[in-house]
């Protein structure tokens, strides 16, 4: 029998449009690494605050930059990346955080030090036995694995977004945040040409869920 092909399934959108609820349920359906790449926009921006890196500073950034160790370590089925050796607190989901994430974002050192980290999580599922990986964030389809195997970029009206959040007990600036990920001149959020657009508006959890694994189960079967 032929091995079963290793799938890449790029999620990206903006915040709050369903990314990691849906991309988690994908990972356990069809025994996939889930990688949260906010996640490590997140951490990585916490940790440059705690050293005092201004995002303005951009010889401080270099030297930060060169200077930390990224590796990950397994959270079930998610990727947790680890700053010399340290994972994410829960200060990465955070108001300071929250407020800054975006600026550190669209600085290009800042992504390229994240680059090469991200497509090596292929390694990582592949190294634990995973069928494949779902990696969400803003970027993926269009700049991570542009040749992902399925692309989906999801959307939802603003107001529906800012009660996902404050269901989920969090403070967030939605809007701002999308502002500044959509109009960076680095990678911006965008829905890349040939990606499967979903408007998660009106849609429950479940089917969006649905649609995405209907079109995956096409080339992997659920484990
Ligand atoms: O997915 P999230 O809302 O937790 O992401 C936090 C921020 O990280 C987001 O506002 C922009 C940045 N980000 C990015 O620029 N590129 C990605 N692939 C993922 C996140």
Known sequence: ??????????????????????SKILAERFNLLHVDTGSFYRHLTA????????????????????????????????????????????????AEVNAHVSHYAAIPAVRSALLAYQRGQVDVAQAHGFRGLVMEGRDIGSVIFPAA?????LHADPVERAKRRAAEGRQ???????RLDSSRKTSPLTCPVGATDIDTTDLTLEQVVNRMAEAIATKLPPA
């Not at 500073?57 to 340290?86: E, H, K, V, Y």
């Not at 195997?149 to 970029?153: A, L, M, Q, S, V």
């Not at 967030?172 to 999308?178: G, Y």
Request: glycine residues 10%; aromatic residues 4%; contains cysteine.
């Open 1 to 22: 029998m032929p091995a079963a092909p290793f799938i890449i399934i790029a999620i990206d959108g903006g915040a709050a449009s369903g990314k990691s609820s849906s």
């Open 47 to 94: 940790e440059l605050l705690a050293r005092q890196v201004a995002a303005s500073d951009p010889d401080a950034l270099q030297a930060a930059l060169g200077a930390i160790q990224l590796t990950t370590r397994l959270d079930g089925r998610s990727a947790c990346m680890l700053i010399d050796g340290r994972p994410a607190g829960d200060e990465i989901r955070g």
């Open 149 to 153: 195997d399925f692309r989906f970029f």
């Open 172 to 178: 967030d600036s939605i809007t701002e945040r999308d």
